[in-house]
Structures are given as structure tokens and as C-alpha cells.
């Protein structure tokens, strides 16, 4: 499958708008090109430079031939095609190939121009995927002590660090300049956040966070799912005393997946029982 569309770029200082050619392939497609003549004479076909196309089939998970593939080819020795694995979990079908960067908003607007596809059909079934994902994320551990925390939580930890700094040093300190995450429940809370990022980066899983650490969605390749990580919203029930043994609701934390980043409406829920806490769950989750 080969679809060949009009890209609408943004519009120039003179509100003129260029106009550049698209290729979107299904993997298959790709891969078939890729293995069928050398990358640099098929990259020119698209505009783009070898290196450009390569990183485009490594995004798809498309293997590629290996430097000396051709020569090899050309003298007539045996030569040996890497078999196209498996689409990963959140990636499309199909993939775009045009030159330059595009924004996820501009590849929306490639999509937009394209007919309506037939509703896809799915040789694997959704059990055997799910057995695969939990094989790749294997044991999922939260331990007490970090040593190296996800690119989005360090940024918010250096942040508090600078809240910290201009406490220390101003003659005014401000209650507003206090530190985001200093808490037991908010370091339990980041722990969390911390081994699930590494654990779905397994499948090629990107933790992103909003500034004050509230949004959190997860990017797995052209898909993104966001999640809340905060008190139960649950209040007891009037008259039953909490035990000495077991945290108050005020104490424990329930993780939502939502239908849509902001939405409210959920898909799926976990939170802190007695039957267990979240960090025995994450593999799950």
C-alpha cells in the first residue's frame, strides 16, 4: 500500500503556502523498498537523504540492510534479509515519509487529505499481544532508594531545587516558592511514576509531565495515554473507625488511565487496598 498526497506546509511572511509531497507506506511496503536497491538511490525517489529514510524505517521498526549488504549482493555471495518483526504496541501501520520534521499536529493535517481506510483487520490476537508487552516490561520494581530518575521527574526535581535555593536566600521567603515535592506521599507518588516510565520505555514509552507534576500522559510511538496518580477521590464510610494497620484513604493513591488527556471519563482504575499497594501492581497497570 502506497499513498502519494499533497503536503500543505505552513504559510510563508508573504502568506504564500508551500506545497510538498508525501509518501505514506504500510511497513510492509517500506520494507520491501528498502530491501529491493540501495537506501541512498531510494531516498533520492522521496526527496530525502539516506540517512533521513534510515531513520525513518529504525522509528517503524524496519530493519535495514547493513553497510556491505550490496556489495555482497553485486560479487553474488549469499546474502540474508532481516524478517520484518512486529508492529511494537502503539505504533501505526503505515508510515509517512517526507522530508523534513513534522509536528504531531502536521501529520494530522497529512492524515486529513487522505481517503477514509477500511476498518483494519488483526492476524494477532489482542491476548498474544498482551502476553508480549508483559514479557518485554517483565517485573515492574519500585524501590525506596532512586538512582536515576525519568528526564520529566528530574526536570520537576530541579525546579523544587531552585524553589529551595530562592528560600534560602531571599530575606522574604514566600510559602509560594515552597518545594512541589517534598512529601513522603508526593516522593511515594514520583517512585511510582519513576519505575512505570522505565518500564514502558521497554516498549518504547515516553513519561511526560506537566509543570506542577499534576498531567501525565505516556507517548508509546503515535499513541498517547494519559493517566492520573493522586488521593482517592472516595470518601469512608461515616462511622467506620480505620484501623491502626491500615492507612487512612487521605494516605493512599488510586491510578486512573483516562479515555482522553483532561476528559475525566476513565478506563481502567487501581488504588491502595488491603488486599495490597499499587507498587505490587504496576506490572499490570
Known amino acids: 500500500m502506497c499513498t ?9 511572511p508573504l502568506g504564500m503556502v508551500s506545497t510538498q509531497m508525501a ?3 504500510s511497513r510492509q511496503a517500506l520494507y ?6 540501495p537506501m541512498r538511490t531510494l531516498a533520492a525517489r522521496f526527496g530525502i537523504s539516506d540517512v533521513a529514510l534510515k531513520k525513518t524505517c529504525a522509528k517503524a521498526n524496519i530493519p535495514t540492510p547493513d ?6 549482493k553485486e560479487a553474488g555471495k549469499d546474502t540474508e534479509r532481516e524478517p520484518l518483526p512486529e508492529r511494537s504496541p502503539g505504533m501505526g501501520e503505515n508510515v509517512l515519509v517526507a522530508s523534513g520534521r513534522r509536528t504531531w499536529y502536521e501529520e ?10 477500511a476498518p483494519p483487520e488483526f492476524a494477532t490476537p ?30 520537576l526535581l530541579a525546579n523544587d531545587e531552585k524553589r529551595r535555593e530562592k528560600q534560602r536566600t531571599s530575606a522574604y521567603p514566600s510559602s509560594w516558592d515552597n518545594p512541589l515535592f517534598d512529601s513522603p506521599f508526593e516522593r511515594r507518588r514520583l517512585r ?36 492520573t496518580l493522586e488521593k482517592p477521590s472516595v470518601k469512608p464510610h461515616r462511622g467506620l473507625a480505620a484501623s491502626a494497620s491500615t492507612k487512612s484513604p487521605e494516605e493512599r493513591l488510586q491510578l486512573s488511565i483516562l479515555k482522553s488527556g483532561g476528559s475525566g471519563e ?6 491502595d487496598d488491603e488486599t495490597g499497594k499499587l507498587e505490587t501492581r504496576l506490572a499490570e497497570i
Open 32 to 37: 520491501d523498498l528498502v530491501w529491493s536497491e
Open 126 to 155: 489482542l491476548t498474544a499481544v498482551q502476553e508480549r508487552i508483559a514479557e518485554d516490561i517483565g517485573k515492574v520494581v519500585v524501590p525506596r532508594e532512586v538512582r536515576s530518575w525519568q528526564p520529566a521527574i528530574e526536570r
Open 67 to 72: 553497510r556491505g549488504y550490496w556489495a555482497k
Open 4 to 12: 502519494q498526497i499533497a503536503y500543505i506546509g505552513k504559510p510563508d
Open 266 to 271: 476513565v478506563n481502567a482504575t487501581w488504588q
Open 108 to 117: 494530522r493535517q497529512v492524515e486529513m487529505q487522505e481517503p477514509l481506510a
Open 23 to 25: 509518501e505514506r507506506l
Open 192 to 227: 511510582i511514576l519513576n519505575s512505570l516510565g522505565f518500564a514502558l520505555a521497554k516498549v518504547d514509552g515516553r513519561l511526560s509531565m506537566s509543570n506542577d507534576g499534576r498531567s501525565v500522559w505516556f507517548a508509546i510511538h503515535q499513541q498517547q495515554v494519559s493517566i
